[in-house]
């Protein structure tokens, strides 16, 4: 009988590794000088607990997001029309692999899977630059394995 292969969110510690997680991130980005900026008009009180709940979901976890929070549209246009911003983007994932260290998830394969995952979606959650308007409706979360992106499901993904 074959043993079913670990997700990386069963790997990642489930709701709470990944709770402890965006925990660390959002420390460290309302911390710094250039991200933090994407903070300052505020958050929503649940930012974290609603962050793990979407990570959790595309790395394998039970679908709390959507069912709770939006689709994937909506982050989508939460995080687009503001321009290019290589810098801050940049500097989004360097404080996302210090939140790992933070968070305790730094052993191989887990880490290596954990920042690809980030610096993707750090890009395509922020692909239409220049207007929230742009996002289509219907959008799912790209689903991620240990082999990266996985083929989206539905008739309207967008993996």
Known sequence: MLK???S??????????LLRLAEAWHARVVADEVV???????????????LAAYWAEALGGPTTYTERYGDESSVVRR????????????RAIACFDQALVDAGLTAEPLRGVLHDYFARTT??????????DDVPAGLD????SWAGPQPATGPTGSG
């Open 79 to 90: 995080h687009s029309g503001n321009g290019v911003h290589e810098e801050m983007d940049q």
């Open 123 to 132: 890009d395509t959650i922020a692909r239409f630059r220049e207007s929230a």
């Open 141 to 144: 979360i790209v689903r991620w």
């Open 36 to 50: 933090g900026h994407a903070f300052r008009h505020g958050v929503h009180p649940r930012h974290t607990e609603r």
């Open 8 to 17: 990386v969110y069963e790997a990642a510690g489930g709701d709470a590794g």
């Open 4 to 6: 079913r292969m670990q």
